[in-house]
């Protein structure tokens, strides 16, 4: 081999590792962060990664164990990544198959969102009356509307044939309600003239009662829709004769205030001091006291008692 070839092979050498070398420090800093999933706790988090508890809650700024829920997200402290590396390679190689649609800049942090042994939704096992219409409101993201309804941001898109995030306010989309509570898809499906219903009832059953009295109302009416023994409407189980006073003396018909709607949110949101009552009443101006007096007595909040 004559000294100019070798001369040309150690040049190009040097300068493959050059280029490699800049190639490296102009990468970007990427990070990892996870997105928190139904059933996830901290401690299995920590044990995927090979953190300790303590070091994922620092990185993120956690003091609670409880303070994490689903959809938030947690940053993975960089040194210790995962204990197969081959699956962290794995990972930043699948950026670069999308360097067509990515764009990265020197000396900028980008975050890596993944999501461990993610499928593919399968929307067609979701039954057609466990999917509703929803509206979406002002600051409405993907990321919430998936927390709010137990659901992943991937099936949301499969179920309204989206290839983006984009939600503009006052868009019609199809939402799952298959993985929430009775009480929960009661919530997302009241209508604002149920909402206006049920706090004309607040108003003018309690309007005189402590606002837990009031949301307490608003919860046996909320407890008597989700009930088998009542009516499954707002309007059936405020105006079943002989229910609720406020009927009766036409005091349903006043316009409530603004405490009265707060209660209303308060009680569909979840909140209920009675433990599950399904009646109350006020013992010094009941007239049928005896009608109560054989059911267990969960509470008492102001002047009502609360009972099953």
């Known amino acids: 081999m004559t000294n100019t070839k070798i001369f040309t092979k150690y040049f190009l050498i040097l300068a493959a ?3 490699f070398s800049t190639a490296v420090n102009a990468a970007p800093s990427l990070s990892l962060i996870y997105v928190i999933q139904q059933g996830d706790t901290l401690s299995e988090i920590a044990a995927d ?4 508890i303590e070091q994922l809650k620092a990185e993120n700024n956690i003091s609670n164990l409880a303070d994490i829920k689903m959809g938030d997200e947690l940053v993975i402290p960089k040194k210790l990544v995962k204990k197969d590396q081959k699956e962290t390679e794995t990972l930043f190689s699948d950026f670069k198959t999308r360097k067509e649609e990515l764009s990265f800049s020197i000396n900028t942090h980008y975050a890596a969102r993944i999501n461990p042994g993610h499928q593919a939704p399968d929307i067609d096992k979701i039954p057609e009356d466990k999917i509703i219409d929803y509206y979406v409101g002002p600051g409405d993201t993907l990321y919430d509307l998936a927390r709010d309804f137990s659901t992943t941001i991937g099936t949301i898109l499969a179920l309204n044939d989206k290839d983006n995030s984009y939600l503009r306010s006052g868009e019609k989309i199809r939402l799952p309600i298959h993985n929430l509570t009775s009480h929960q898809i009661l919530n997302h499906r009241v ?7 049920l706090a004309r009832a607040i108003y003018g059953e309690s309007r ?7 949301v ?4 046996v009416i909320i407890n008597r ?8 409407t707002f309007a059936q189980v405020i105006y079943q004769g002989g229910q609720f006073s406020a009927v009766s003396d036409g005091q349903i ?5 603004q405490t009265a709607y707060r209660a209303a949110r308060e009680a569909l949101n979840g909140s209920d001091p009675t433990n599950g009552a399904l009646y109350f009443y006020n013992p010094r101006t009941a007239t049928r006291v005896s009608f ?3 059911r267990r007595v969960i509470t008492k909040i102001g002047d009502h008692v609360f009972v099953e």
């Open 292 to 294: 109560f007096e054989g």
């Open 191 to 197: 209508s604002k003239q149920e909402l206006d219903l």
């Open 208 to 214: 005189g009662e402590p606002y837990v009295g009031q």
């Open 225 to 232: 829709v989700l009930s088998r023994q009542f009516p499954n």
């Open 216 to 219: 307490a109302v608003a919860a």
């Open 17 to 19: 590792i050059l280029i």
């Open 253 to 257: 018909n006043l316009t409530p205030n």
């Open 49 to 52: 990664y090979d953190v300790e």
